[in-house]
């Protein structure tokens, strides 16, 4: 009798604690497995050889050598804004633009929604706040509002991914609007991370550097950019990264992605032209191979011929070493030093090329 309620006892435990290890495995697979996504299997990365000049030895590569990938950084000391940086509010149900006008708004960091050829696009979009949908890793604190209300939105036409990482892949975002989106356009290997969030393989463009795609008379070019990839660090290098060169009717826009400086800008230009604006990585993050200083930025901008610089990467989150105000007045600094105009809109305002190209208003010294 004894031993049938030891035994008894032992099943229950038992019991007990396959629920709670089943209960475990749910939460690892649903908030950690699945925002992460799933990477290019054997045969899709056996295709980037023939696809990709950049692939070689199971992983992308850049055009130069670079330094190793650093680790966090110190954020002790560095300002905040004292409050939540207010943006400009984006009504949702956004008219069509004509052919020959484009609108810009940059969203924060480097999300931006363009209207160009007739067309609404979203470059990078991070339209969640921190923390949800729920996942074990996820971006630090916002500090600054999302522009653009996630459920109050209209179709969009082509949404662009220049990267995998967590601050221009998101999880929530893509799942959240992907019903309403027309096309993606990505480097090579993002398309398997978003087929497994459920998005329809047949929307879904993939380039490489240098190749192109035309949807509606608007083209999308992959730019080099050097920079890496992987959403944690066993998957490094798995899938491309870029920048993207948008042509359409009489505007053109070039998105430089996060990246490093080196010898693409002056070869965007001997290629694909002298862009009207240019959105530049001015974010100082680490590493120093991966982003832009200040005066790399201006030296690029001039390499490309743009006409604006317009400094993205930043004013979303507090993760790199530097007081969260700075890119913005570095590059302020040095455009003004170097002969380079710049434009800083207020996050979220929404400026048409033709009509308001000069936003130059330092809006960022009411929130230091």
Known sequence: MKKHKVLKTLLIIAAILLIIGGIGAFAFYKYFTVPIGKYPDKARAAEFVKLSGQYSDG???????VGAISG??????LKKPEKLIPAEKIDGHLEAASKDVMNISWLGHSSALVQIGGDNVLIDPILTTSGKPLQLYSLPARI??????????????????SHDHFDHLDYG??????????????PLGVDS????????????????????VELRGVTYTLTPAQHYSGRFAG?????????????????SLYFTGD????????????????????????????????????????????????QYILPVHWAAYNYAGYDWYKPAEDIVK??????????????????SFDDDAAQNEHWWEEYK
């Not at 966090?72 to 000391?77: E, I, K, M, R, T």
């Not at 509002?145 to 991914?161: N, R, T």
């Not at 862009?275 to 390499?303: C, F, N, R, Y």
């Open 235 to 251: 998957k490094q290098y798995k899938t491309l990264w870029g920048g993207f060169y948008i042509a359409g009717g009489s505007h």
């Open 334 to 351: 040095q455009a003004e030093a170097d002969g380079v105009a710049v434009i800083t809109p207020k996050p979220g305002h929404i400026f």
């Open 259 to 306: 990246s490093g400086y080196c010898g693409t800008f002056a070869e965007i230009y001997e290629k694909l032209g002298a862009p009207e604006i240019m959105l530049a990585d001015s974010g100082q993050d680490t590493p120093a191979w991966s982003h832009m200083s200040p005066e790399e930025v201006t030296k690029a901008a001039k390499g490309v011929h743009a």
């Open 59 to 65: 992983q992308f590569h850049n055009e130069n050598e």
């Open 72 to 77: 966090a950084v110190s954020l002790d000391g």
């Open 193 to 212: 991370l978003l087929v497994g969030w459920g998005v329809n393989r047949d929307k879904i463009h993939t380039l490489s550097w240098w190749s192109s």
């Open 173 to 186: 975002t893509i799942t959240a609007i992907d019903d309403r989106v027309s096309d993606y356009v990505v």
């Open 144 to 161: 600054s509002e999302v522009p653009l209300d996630i459920d109050d939105m209209s179709a969009i036409d082509v949404l662009c991914i």
